[in-house]
DNA sequence: GAGCAGGCTGGGAGCGCTCCCATGTGGAGT
DNA sequence: ACTCCACATGGGAGCGCTCCCAGCCTGCTC
């Protein structure tokens, strides 16, 4: 009769069964007083209640999702190297703002990484069998095909970021993005009303679109002034402090004369300011900068750095509210969202 | 008899009981198909595989959990705020290590946070529900009750740090550290070699196991030294950036004379070495300065930093793979591993 | 005092899967 | 030709839970 595959002594795990057993009521009264307690007596109630407490019964999730159809939990996957994803303080800001949002829902949040291909069709697999309710997937190279995957498979994604190509019209699949073609108008517009006419760009991976929307965004600036929009006069970053700095090094040594740089995210910033304070640029007098984000609690990423700020926790909140809605079935108020920027002016401009 | 609780349009997810008929044999072959393909002929091997693709079956891993007593995932907790979660590449270097061993065995890595009262109390129900074979806990402070509580429940749990009071003898708890009191006195007496006399630290928050230890280390040094250890002399800190600079000029404050620092990570080095740079002090010659940590891929965090290398990538492997035999139910060869540190000396002493 | 709601209760059905066992089926051994 | 065994197969049982429905017991109305 000891069944004997649990490693754990010998000791079975209590079931609901053994609890009612032990409350002296049936499975589905034991079941119904775990979970809210309709129609079921107080009586009752206070023996299941006692009776799990003394076993230290705990409910098998796999057998509720089973039945539910629902885990309780969802995804919160990053296309992203684990060093980028625990480098760049923008993962997260987000993951707080979905965090924030589940845990009012009583929903648990997990993280998972998939970054190789390996991984990535692994990750397929995994959430097309439904350990998880929906998942947010953040960080979106290129055309990845990953997202339209498993949104096929009719588990709901929300992306962060904008959507290009055939799966914007997947039902499945919805996204909140900033406005960020706006914002980085916004910006140069800002560095020209400064009386800048040289401003470069440290733009983020071109593979994304929102590397690709913030360089449209310079560029649809910059092409007016006097000296037009030369390919040396923006560069292409990763979003990491480092390939900043050697970004603001290539502007300096292709224009001497610049007297404005706009980068694509505030790490990046940083970078750049230290690379121009080594080049002996003063900034804001030799060089203004504006950066992209402003992540609270990150001041000390680049002190009185002029910054475009997209509200990151809000955007994370939308996200995991979205979702929600798309698993309860119900409709979407826009499939795909899009978040306006503020200028927030500082002393690097 | 169209069950239309699903909210994807109504088609209904493939069952094994449907491949097994689109491939024209019973349930039971189909699984075996599915899994392994034993004492399956090579006929019905193929029609099942066909079947699958056919009509897109993936198997639901709830009902396979649900018999298995096993979901093939284990969790990383991190008891720690999702703010530095993210920002100290330690953890992302933990996870490198953890995640590349888990990949190798088929096993899916899920991160979770667990940080407020209320986390972690979700942490454990939802833990004890079994959603995951086992977890591995870093970041713990103080004495957290988290982990043994978990390990109770018969789920088992590696700890990557040091375990002191009750839990170090449950069965189901098994722990990873790195040396970090002969690593510390290694840093230490490395700058006494270098005729340093008044070296101070800047430590890790002290309700960490980690962070006491390395003070110990250093003490059990500087304690030999004239002056001694007076209390001025280590400031704590808690492993950020910001605090190693603040600690910094504390220590400098205290004690103007000072001409060597050990700082208990790498990234609080960062912040001490801007700090001293702000107050005019040369590195080495007027202060020297050792981290610890020495993470792969970090380089830029402080270049040229002489410092305590752990093997982070090494240790979460085995975290992984302690975790992994606990799961099968195997002993263990030492439940409470201990790995050592190096010196890698370099530019700052 | 018969009739009737409405609250409680027990237990069957079933979620989708893997294991197990009884039952075939062919080829090798005598 | 007969036995024997290895391989192949189908389908029942059961994992632990929630839903559902029939049946029960109250307490109330007329």
Redesign the interface.
Known sequence: MEDS?????G?Q?PTLEMVAAEAGVSRGTASRALNGGHNVSRRAMEAVQAAAARL?Y?????????VL?R?G?I?LVVSES??R?????Y??TV??GV?AEL?AHDV??????AQTP??RE?ML??S????LDGVIIISVHGADPLPGAIAT??VPVVIGGAVEGPDRDL??LASVDADNLAGARTAVEHLVARGRTRIGHISGPLDMVVGRDRLEGWRSVVSGLPGGAPSTLSVEGDFT??SGAEAARRLLAAHPDLDGVFTANDVMARGALGALQQAGRRVPQDVAVVGFDDLP?TE?IAPGLTTVRQPVIEMGRLMARTLLM????RPLAEQHAVVSTTLVVRETS
Do not use: C, K, Y
């Open positions: 595959r649990t490693a754990d002594g000791r795990r230290g705990r409910p098998n999730l796999a057998a509720r999702s089973l159809g885990s939990s995804g684990d060093e994803l625990f480098s760049d303080p993962f997260a993951a707080r965090h845990m648990q949040l997990v993280l998972a990484l390996a991984e692994r697999r995994w097309a069998g439904r350990p498979e009719g039902p499945g402090e480092a609690g000390g798309m698993i309860e079935g």
